[in-house]
């Protein structure tokens, strides 16, 4: 069964920066969308960022974006999150999400197969 792994949270100032990683474990996830979403107290979970199998296809969040980037190393089968200008609106669970869909990038919660079990980022004001 397939699981996924993420790393990287932490606490951190506002304007600082931190890099999530989330990585499989058990079948590899080269051919699959991947995304991150975040969910906190006051607000469902919703797509921060995704990318296709190949990384041709990203998308953001209009809240994240010029501060995010999302990658993909499909060497080490690894999705990383990279989060500069952190605000403390941003702190939040960031979940890792992936659907056997290499080609399509969904932003819906219910579109992803498979998830992680989260990390905590927060952003002290």
């Known amino acids: 069964q397939v699981q996924l792994v993420e790393s990287g949270g932490g606490l951190v100032q506002t304007g600082g920066s931190l890099r999530l990683s989330c990585a499989p474990s058990?079948?590899?996830?080269?051919?699959?969308?991947m995304a991150w979403f975040r969910q906190s107290p006051i607000k469902e979970r919703a797509l921060v960022a995704g990318?296709?199998?190949?990384?041709?296809?990203?998308r953001y969040a209009d809240s994240v974006k010029g501060r995010f980037t999302i990658s993909r190393d499909c060497a080490n089968d690894t999705v990383y999150l990279h989060m500069d200008g952190l605000k403390p609106e941003d702190s939040a669970v960031y979940y890792c999400?992936?659907?056997?869909?290499?080609?399509?990038?969904?932003?819906?919660?219910?579109?992803?197969?498979?998830w992680g079990r989260g990390t905590q980022v927060t952003v002290s004001s």
């Open positions: 058990g079948p590899p996830f080269a051919t699959r969308t």
């Open positions: 999400a992936a659907v056997d869909k290499p080609y399509s990038l969904p932003s819906s919660v219910a579109d992803y197969d498979y």
């Open positions: 990318i296709n199998w190949s990384g041709g296809n990203i």
